[in-house]
């Protein structure tokens, strides 16, 4: 056998099969062509070469080139401007706090793409929650090219550009191996939970080596100043002096900012923030509907009897607020289901002596769920989402009402799918395969509602409302956002006679919160509460007033208060 090695001289035997089927000529001939003087001594070629260095050349160092790379969408002006600022402003690290739906994932993805095309980013990891992590790496393969891959294994993390949940990366063995690399750019998504520098989340993230970081939040602060001093002293420490100083500055109360105009300023340097109400972004509308409904005689009997040991327990509790506040959970899980409130007043019974008086009282509500054969609310969901012949959420804030409503539409026929918090990921994304393609209905409760996009839904339902309207426009949110293109018609399950009539009364007549776009409700609750959470005045006013007629008075007025507020920010912003 001849195992010499041809000369590069020798002619190459092709295959037989190659040799049968392909016709060289065109190769040879450039090739000939090729020799005498290289390619620039052919037209063709020069004109191909001189294209391609064209393309090449960067002719305003301001211009996003990502943007002729985009193939499968075009980015919104918002959003390039965004972009264009994270670069040449903020030299990338930035926090994106756009309100929600505005697209913070294609800011992220824009940034991303611009700075691997110029060559400054390879190694890459984004954090975010365990249920958005597929969400991402679809997001950015689809819209972007970028070859993200999802953590799964401990190998995962060599690729180039990893998407991980916040909570795999943290634990070891996964978080030595981040904390002995290095990464071009870290892409945290849900920041405000770094808020406070003392949990796990900071401190890891903060320990990683990294050149550019984004964090996107839509709420980069919620109850605390300082929750903001933290989370851009992560990004960029020293830009806000030291905590000493920041409070002098900046605080005159925990909610209360003082110099505004001087700190809008110093923010306007790392953080971004595109309000829906700015203009230039077109969403569909929002169609509001109240629902009410009167409860059988078995329910009403046991919503009084809460209502009552609730106001009674309260005045013997001396003042501990924890303790009392802790009671109207259940003036606000009985206006929800029998089973929610069920399972908290097991939990109060097994808590108290045996020679406790409360025993007594909590056996004797329990006796009344016992006589409660229907649940209004689910029989009138069922007939609403019957009557909608297509897709919608209902948002639960209990998993006990989750689990019922559940098994309730599973015995008529009605295909429904849970999606929670405690899911883990390859589940969630199950569940949202399955109500895509086959299920009318998804049941959610607060916790996993989080994150979650749901444009091809147009329907949402709350079975029962919360006391915070941030929490109502982020259910709200999953839904009605950009890529939204039907018209969204909300629907607000609404019991007679009870504190839940009150609390619709308040967001949706007086503040018509519903229908407001998400930057204005916002300011308007920051002012609002610069002294307490409207969560925690609704609940004294639920233990401080003697009867429904009493609460519907106060809660009126608080809703006055709310909108005194309303009215004075939009003279504000039109002077």
């Not at 706090?97 to 190694?123: N, P, Q, S």
């Not at 933290?230 to 420490?237: G, Q, S, V, W």
């Not at 009410?292 to 046991?302: N, T």
Request: hydrophobic fraction near 40%; charge should be negative; glycine fraction near 6%.
């Amino acid at each position: 056998m001849n195992t010499s090695i041809p000369s590069d001289n020798a002619p190459r035997k092709l295959h037989p099969l190659v040799d049968m089927h392909v016709d060289r000529s065109a190769f040879e001939d450039l090739e000939r062509r090729t020799e005498r003087n290289g390619p620039w001594d052919d037209w063709a070629l020069y004109q191909l070469a001189l294209e391609a260095e064209e393309a090449n050349l960067v002719t305003d160092f301001h211009a996003l080139r990502c943007l002729s790379l985009l193939p499968h969408f075009e980015p919104m002006p918002h959003q390039i401007d965004t972009a264009r600022r994270v670069l040449h402003e903020m030299r990338g690290r930035a926090i994106l706090a756009d309100e929600v739906g505005l697209g913070k994932t294609i800011e992220a993805g824009l940034i991303l793409k611009e700075y691997m095309i110029r060559g400054l980013v390879t190694k890459v990891l984004v954090l975010v929650p365990a249920s958005l992590v597929l969400q991402w790496v679809r997001e950015l393969n689809g819209k972007f090219d970028i070859p993200a891959v999802a953590q799964r294994k401990s190998y995962s993390w060599d690729n180039d550009i990893v998407v991980a949940s916040m909570d795999t990366a943290k634990r070891d063995p996964h978080r030595q191996t981040l904390l002995d690399g290095e990464y071009d750019l870290i892409i945290v998504d849900e920041a405000h939970k770094l808020k406070n520098k003392r949990t796990g989340n900071y401190q890891f993230i903060n320990e990683l080596r990294k050149k550019y970081c984004l964090l996107l939040t839509a709420t980069p602060v919620q109850n605390d100043l300082n929750e903001l001093y933290n989370l851009i002293t992560l990004l960029k420490p020293g830009q806000l002096g030291g905590e000493g100083d920041f409070a002098a500055n900046f605080v005159a109360e925990r909610r209360v900012p003082k110099n505004e105009s001087k700190l809008q300023e110093t923010l306007g340097q790392v953080m971004i923030r595109n309000r829906r109400s700015s203009g230039g972004v077109e969403f569909t509308k929002r169609l509001v509907t109240n629902v009410p409904l009167q409860l059988s005689a078995e329910e009403m009997a046991l919503y009084e009897g809460v209502t009552d040991y609730v106001r009674k327990h309260a005045a013997s509790e001396n003042g501990d607020m924890a303790s009392m506040l802790s009671l109207v959970t259940l003036q606000r899980e009985v206006c929800s289901s029998r089973d929610a409130v069920f399972l908290t007043l097991i939990n109060l019974f097994k808590k108290t002596t045996e020679d406790s008086p409360l025993r007594a009282r909590i056996w004797e509500l329990v006796e009344l769920i016992k006589r409660i054969k229907a649940n209004t609310k689910a029989e009138k969901t069922m007939e609403l989402v019957r009557s909608l012949d297509d897709k919608a959420i209902i948002f639960t804030e209990y998993r006990a009402t989750q689990e019922y409503l559940l098994k309730f539409f599973q015995e008529h026929n009605l295909a429904a799918v849970p999606y929670r918090g405690g899911m883990n990921r390859g589940k969630k994304d199950w569940m949202m395969e399955l109500f895509r393609k086959r299920a009318q209905v998804m049941v959610a409760t607060e916790a996993g509602g989080e994150g979650i996009n749901l444009q091809f839904c147009h329907h949402v339902i709350n079975f029962d409302l919360p006391w915070n309207p941030m929490r109502v426009e982020q259910r709200i949110g999953r839904v009605h956002r950009l890529g939204q293109t039907e018209d969204v018609q909300i629907f607000n399950l609404c019991t007679l006679g009870t504190i839940e009539e009150h609390i619709v009364h308040l967001l949706h007549e007086k503040i018509n919160m519903f229908e407001l776009v998400i930057g204005e409700l916002d300011e308007i609750i920051q002012q609002f509460e610069k002294e307490d959470t409207l969560e925690r005045r609704l609940a004294q006013l639920v233990l401080e007033t003697a009867d429904g007629e009493e609460l519907r008075q106060k809660i009126d007025g608080l809703g006055d208060t709310l909108l005194q507020t309303k009215k004075r920010m939009q003279l504000e912003n039109a002077t």
